[in-house]
């Protein structure tokens, strides 16, 4: 997977899909050749780019490298100060107080598989055989700094994973400003550039521009990946779509601030960068010390957005996620939330169980208000004891009558938050991310735990493990509700302070890394005010997240599609609520609730304990249509066929590995007089099978090539249809 060509100084990364080719040139200068479809080798010679373009473009201080200059050339990790007046890979400062950094190959090395990033999470393989790893040392001998590049490329996967590791090899201290994960340089401008942008309950918001010269910016300076916007970039021709066309994908495996850069020079070059946004960021790197950046995956794709996703779900869900749930069928939960908010006792508790149970829930989930007088949002975050004025007989009560009515038993958690009024602040006032002796913004009522301190990590560790080791507890949903403000830790030295934002990242990733292996058989669900903080990195250590607090079938259309170009539905969790709906006042069949909310991890937010309801037979089937169902939607091939941004109506598919069966979903979001029919082409088939769809047994090759007629009898607003296919002899 992995050749090196001595003589012309070329790596080339390749498998049967794509290729990735860098050469060393003279002078020690690695430069990127070429990513994308799988070629057998790249013959072409590099000629120095010396032509007038670079009259103010300096020459490179090696004299015998005349007209050479780094401001052309498509580099893997360009530095600072050498002439490459485009956007840096890295800034480091040295004792003198000067930052000019040349880096150039010393050496590299091939190893089998995958290693694993220290205090990070990543994607990983099983086996060595699954992928190859290059690690290529740059140094700048002067400074007496090494970075390792590191590139891994899957066997049989369009992804190559690119990492930087920071050795300080002199005997001063090195600040770094700056560290990006990778660079990837094009020698072309003619992209569309997809992102995700969003708000709370308006999450990954898919946009595509053209991309046009000068700088394009997205990025979290928040604490977290945050909801305005996901830490993602594509790049596409401009004739790309679902089905057809190149995609480059870089997705960056981190849960705090990011920065990713997409920039257009005046010679229509192309440079993206991502990696940790270096805004308040500074780390003072001790002799002999190291840095670590996290993952970036690069994904290629030659078929189109699905291609692209096909390949980052696939990833996700198999060399991501790990533990008992990764390739586990995921329950059916009931939350209690939009039905009691704070005010519930276990009486109410127990009837909504039991109701749930008799429609087929398998699992009842407890959310914000059960510790310690927790009756507002104003308090009681950090004390995490039963409140036993609402529960008498503590969780033990509530989680009892799950068990013994053949259910799980789910609990809410915010671990990284602290209320003011609770006895964890009174004890400890300084336990909070805040700058001493300067006021604190609030946000939801609530401070946020220092948790790049270990002393706060251990005392809600000890917390929460006294609730986990003694309760039946399969399932915890951990929540998020604010970002970061004032960004300091009390105790931290000056010069230090900078390095918090990162160090309570990885205090988390720390939490988690010891929290999920003690407890391998709960499921543990990411939430942050819905997508505050859904990323791969959380994702690595929880294999679902709920994808916003918006659960209105019609809202969710766009919110699931845009989460769709990344994430498996395995890992999408979406819940039908009442109508009409809590967020945006909208009234909504039943149905089509459903059918949205089974385009991922179903689960009901309903007020199933009404004694007038009517519509619970059409709920219990619903349920019942969803297990029939579960595997091929949380473990099959996902088809985007209609898009909510360009039409007035919404649909994808889903399909077996094994091609022999579908499941079809279509919406109709508005409806309007003389409406023409709509015909999908339908994807993913078998083209030599046939398939019973709606009492008809049609070729799948019409079916994916002339299409199906599938609105009839849809006449009003926000209604739903699902087809089930199945092939047939």
Sequence with gaps: MIEFDSQKQQFHLYNDQISYVMEVLPGGYLVHVYSGKRIRRFAQSQPYPHDGRSSFSPNVPDKRLQGFTLDLWPQEYPGDGAGDYRETAFEFTYADGTNATTLTYDHHEIVAGKPRLTGLPATYVEADSEAQTLNITLKDALRHVAVVLSYTIYADRNVVTRTARVDNEGDTLIRLNKVMSGCFDFTDSDYDMIQLPGAWANEKQLRRDHLAAGIHVLDSKRGASSVAQQPFIALCSPNTDEFQGEVHAFHFVYSGNFRIAAEVDAFDQTRVLAGINPYEFEWQLEPGASFQAPELVYVYSDKGLNGMSNTFHHLYRERLAHGQYRDAQRPILA??????????????????????????????????????????????????????????????????????????????????????????????????????????????????????????????????????????????????????????????????????????????????????????????????????????????????????????AIARLKIQYGTSLLYPASMICAHVSESPNQQVGRITDLSTRFATAASGNLGIMMDLGQKDRTDLPEVAAGIKFYKAHRQLIQFGDFYRLLSPYETNDCAWMFVSPDRKDALLFFFQILNSASRPHVKLRLWGLDPAATYEIDGLKLPGDELMNYGLFIDAGINHDFQARVLSLHQVN
């Design 335 to 552: 939350n209690n939330w939009e039905t009691t908010y704070f005010n519930f006792n276990e009486d109410k508790l127990v009837d909504l169980i039991d109701n749930a149970h008799k429609l087929g829930v398998e699992l009842f989930v407890l959310d914000d208000g059960w510790f310690k007088k927790r009756n507002s949002d104003t308090t009681s975050l950090g004390d995490w004891q039963v409140d036993r004025d609402k529960l008498p007989q503590g969780l033990a009560g509530v989680a009892k009558a799950a068990v013994d009515r053949g259910m799980q038993f789910g609990l809410w958690f915010e671990p990284e938050m602290i209320s003011e009024d609770s006895d964890l602040f009174r004890a400890h006032p300084d336990w909070h991310v805040h700058v001493a002796g300067y006021p604190s913004s609030r946000g939801r009522n609530q401070l946020v735990l220092d948790f790049s301190r270990p002393e706060v990590r251990a005392e809600i560790f000890r917390q929460m493990t006294a609730i986990l080791d003694e309760l039946p507890i399969t399932y915890v949903k951990w929540d998020f509700n604010r970002n970061l403000t004032e960004v300091a830790s009390v105790g931290r030295a000056a010069d230090h302070q900078k390095e918090t934002a990162h160090r309570y990242i990885l205090g988390l990733y720390e939490f988690l890394e010891k929290l999920t292996a003690r407890y391998p058989q709960i499921l543990f669900e990411n939430c942050s005010g819905g997508a505050g903080r859904f990323d791969p990195a959380m994702c690595y250590y929880m294999p679902q997240s709920w994808a916003s607090d918006n659960t209105d």
